[in-house]
């Protein structure tokens, strides 16, 4: 399988160097060529399977002409070997047809660690088969910092810088990059918002220079593996309630695109989906150009489900590389300045029609819709999974489609709009107390490229003369 650039400025890379370049050069996202096509059959023969089983199915096509199939189950064995519930990831039952996916039994608490975690275990076996180091350099609204602070510490051929908005993530969030032993991970505290991080790190990608004197590698939902790895667990959930014989539905809390994103593959590779629902907070660009097609980036405002405060959404790229009917030269048009917006044509946006739907939820309704479940199930849920909550209940369809909210986060990790919401203080998993010591280890600086680039240059490990 060769993964080609949504751009079409770079050379096709096997997905052993898709995965360690995370970007692509151009600037755009690396894509498979083709989406793998699975039977009926295939799918069938998955149901009442461990996760691990059908991650690998789902896995196995993308990286099986580079990694054996018994090298990647054992990676996949591992990676989630770190989760707490032996389902890996629960479905729970809170209404007629309604459905709660819990991703959030990983180390740190957030749907993440499913994607990290395989990931670490991935981008170790092909550095050590080629005998070589790596920079990672990753920006976070929160979550993926955690996530990848804890997949990769203490890996040997690997560093990891991770940038995240000073004050813009949550205490529970910064604890768990900063207060983690490891050191070869280097937690860098910007004066900016996630945006900016997120520009910067774009920025570093696509200056050669610096990117191969560092060997730089991301770990954000811009690397092909993160979506891959995620696959699997709208297949897992999609059969346990019939799936393919029955008709189901996910509606997604979104911020970068890269969750949902893994299901509209799935459709791809043959997995039949009633529907995907976005749900955005109070930053809804997606769900104004899923409504309107139009693109346009506001300034990012701080919610209580800061994970999704993102105007300027990655893996959005994808999907419309895809809908231009893979048009990469439209795409480079379009997306190479996202700054001033960009808008989907009539055709493109009525394609995604076909498949997507999308809602919003601002900190009122998000509180209140925690509130809601708590009364009516008992169940106590993070403000993430309230956004995806409030907005599948307002979305249109058959009785008998079943209808399954991702929850992506524990409430543990945002205690404070949980007790907002329910009254009720979520009790602190016993690995999260063990993870949050009690020294913070992080350095300050400016939202400059320029600066970041020279602490990286100055710590890393793998940087050659
Ligand atoms: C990252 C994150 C999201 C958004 O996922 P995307 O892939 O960026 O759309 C939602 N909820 C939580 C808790 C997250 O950490």
Not at 201 to 212: I, M, S, T
Not at 264 to 272: C, E, F, I, W
Request: proline share 5%; glycine share 8%.
């Amino acid at each position: 399988m060769q993964y080609v650039s949504t751009r079409g400025g770079a050379r096709p890379l096997g997905f052993s160097d898709a995965t360690l370049a995370g970007l692509a050069p151009d600037g755009g996202l690396f894509v498979p060529e083709t989406y793998p096509l699975l039977s009926a059959d295939t799918f069938s023969n998955l149901r009442g399977k461990p996760f691990e089983a059908v991650a690998a199915a789902m896995l196995g096509p993308y990286a099986e002409s580079e990694i054996a199939p018994d090298d990647l189950r054992a990676d996949i064995d591992a990676a989630m070997g770190t989760f707490s519930h032996t389902a890996r990831t629960p479905l729970v039952q809170i209404g007629p047809r309604d459905f709660i996916l819990e991703l959030f039994h990983g180390p740190t608490l957030a749907f993440k660690d499913v994607a990290m975690q395989t990931l670490a275990k991935l981008m170790d076996r092909i550095l050590l088969e080629r005998g070589r180091r790596a920079t990672i350099v990753t920006a976070t609204s929160g979550d993926t910092g955690a996530a990848a602070a804890n997949a990769f510490a203490g890996r040997e051929a690997i560093d990891v810088f991770i940038l995240y908005p000073d004050g813009r993530v949550s205490d529970v969030q910064r604890r768990q990059m900063t207060t983690i032993d490891g050191d070869n991970l280097h937690t860098l505290a910007v004066d900016g918002d996630f945006d900016d991080c997120q520009r910067i790190v774009k920025q570093l990608f696509v200056d050669r220079d610096f990117n191969e004197r560092v060997a730089m590698s991301g770990v954000n939902s811009i690397n092909w593996a993160r979506v891959a790895a995620q696959i699997s667990y709208y297949v897992f959930a999609a059969l346990a309630l019939g799936a393919p014989d029955r008709r189901v539905a996910f509606s997604v809390p979104t911020g970068n695109f890269g969750d949902i994103l893994a299901g509209y593959v799935a459709t791809k590779m043959g997995l039949p989906i009633e529907r995907l629902v976005i749900a955005t907070n109070r930053n809804d660009i997606l769900d104004r150009v899923t409504r309107t097609g139009d693109y346009t980036p506001g300034t990012v405002a701080p919610s209580t489900s800061p994970s999704m405060d993102i105007q300027v959404s990655s893996n959005f790229e994808r999907l419309i590389f895809d809908l231009s009917g893979r048009d990469a030269a439209s795409v480079a048009q379009r997306l190479t300045d996202t700054k001033n917006g960009f808008v989907l044509t009539a055709e493109e946006k009525a394609k995604m029609a076909t498949l997507f739907s999308s809602g919003s939820a601002n900190d009122e309704e998000t509180a209140a819709t925690i509130g809601a479940v708590y009364k009516d199930t008992g169940l106590i849920v993070d403000p993430h999974t309230a956004v995806g909550l409030k907005v599948a209940r307002e979305t249109v369809l058959d009785d008998d489609v079943a209808l399954v909210t991702l929850s992506t986060a524990h409430p543990a990790k945002f205690p404070d709009a949980v007790v907002t919401g329910c009254g009720m203080r979520p009790a602190v998993p016993q690995r999260l107390a063990d993870a949050l010591r009690d020294t913070e280890k992080m350095t300050r600086v400016p939202a400059d490229a320029a600066q970041i680039a020279q602490v990286i240059l100055d710590r890393s490990r793998a940087v050659t003369a």
